[in-house]
């Protein structure tokens, strides 16, 4: 288990977002979706992240209005998987890219190829 105060783990967090190309950080930005940092994930679940709401290849104009999506980072399963604080920096650039890739509509075998898995 690697050691990470939150504010870290929230600035590497940050930071992968930061490494997102301009065109992904703007519809990432006007997609009305929030980042959060979460200790554990729900009770039973074995994830680093997870993506909550409607991709935006299936969103309508008519669906009226809607809670903001909302990506968790689970900060615990993470530090547990990391070996190091490369590793786990790494970890979480992946973690966020692999939960962004499903806001826009991208399945887990694509993420996976892609090395985003």
Same mark, same amino acid.
């Given at each position: 288990?690697? #050691?990470?105060?939150?504010?870290?783990?929230?600035?590497?967090?940050?930071?992968?977002?930061?490494?997102?190309?301009?065109?992904?950080?703007?519809?990432?930005?006007?997609?009305?979706?929030?980042?959060?940092?979460?200790?554990?994930?729900?009770?039973?679940?074995?994830?680093?992240?997870?993506? *909550?709401?409607?991709?935006?290849?299936?969103?309508?104009?008519?669906?009226?209005?809607?809670?903001?999506?909302?990506?968790? !980072?689970? #900060?615990?399963?993470?530090?547990?998987?990391?070996?190091?604080?490369?590793?786990? *920096?790494?970890?979480?650039?992946?973690?966020?890219?692999?939960? !962004?890739?499903?806001?826009?509509? !991208?399945?887990?075998?694509?993420?996976?190829?892609?090395?985003?898995?």
């Amino acid at each position: 288990m690697v #050691r990470m105060s939150r504010r870290e783990f929230e600035d590497a967090v940050d930071d992968a977002l930061d490494s997102l190309p301009d065109e992904v950080a703007r519809a990432v930005a006007e997609a009305n979706v929030a980042i959060l940092v979460e200790e554990e994930p729900p009770a039973g679940e074995d994830l680093l992240g997870l993506y *909550v709401g409607i991709p935006l290849d299936e969103r309508s104009v008519f669906q009226g209005y809607a809670e903001p999506d909302r990506i968790l !980072i689970f #900060r615990g399963p993470l530090s547990r998987l990391a070996v190091d604080r490369e590793h786990l *920096v790494h970890e979480i650039r992946v973690t966020v890219l692999h939960e !962004i890739g499903h806001l826009f509509g !991208i399945d887990d075998a694509r993420l996976h190829e892609l090395g985003w898995g």
